[in-house]
């Protein structure tokens, strides 16, 4: 799970994506899951 949040991030970071609002929506919920683990 922890390898397919970090692939979703740098998707995120790199911007590799063909829906913006989708990414972002994964982006908000990989920065949840990666601060609630902390």
Do not use: A, H, P
């Amino acid at each position: 799970v922890v390898e397919q949040l970090m692939i979703v991030r740098e998707d995120c970071l790199e911007g590799n994506y063909d829906s913006v609002s989708k990414l972002t929506d994964l982006c908000m919920e990989w920065q949840q899951i990666f601060q609630s683990k902390e």
